[in-house]
């Protein structure tokens, strides 16, 4: 299983970001994906996660209405948008298949 995430960086507060997760090593078609965060000091916490199809989502509290999670089951790729980020968005954000499996994380600060 390998799991790269990208599209992290530096954005404002009220900007925007789109992470994207590329898998292999399974059947993405098949497995329910998800985001996580851990912020420094904190531990890691559920974003938002999609179905096989994409036909059922869960967002967190803290990001519904301001995040949304897609996925292409052509391209083996998950996405984040992240839409008026706020400070408290700043963590590490990795996806995560229904194993036992973590990438390495993209690294999203939102600071003025």
């Known amino acids: 299983v390998q799991l790269v995430e990208s599209g992290g960086g530096l954005v404002q507060p009220g900007g925007s970001l789109r992470l994207s997760c590329a898998a292999s090593?399974?059947?993405?078609?098949?497995?329910?994906m998800r985001w996580y965060r851990q912020a420094p000091g904190k531990s890691r916490e559920l974003v938002a996660s999609i179905t096989s199809t994409g036909a059922n989502l869960y967002l967190a509290p803290s990001v519904k209405g301001r995040f949304t999670i897609s996925r292409d089951n052509a391209k083996n790729t998950v996405f984040l948008q992240m839409n008026s980020m706020k400070p408290e968005d700043t963590a590490v954000y990795y996806c995560?298949?229904?194993?036992?499996?973590w990438g390495q994380g993209t690294q999203v600060t939102v600071s003025s």
């Open positions: 090593g399974f059947t993405f078609s098949s497995a329910i």
């Open positions: 995560k298949p229904p194993y036992d499996y």
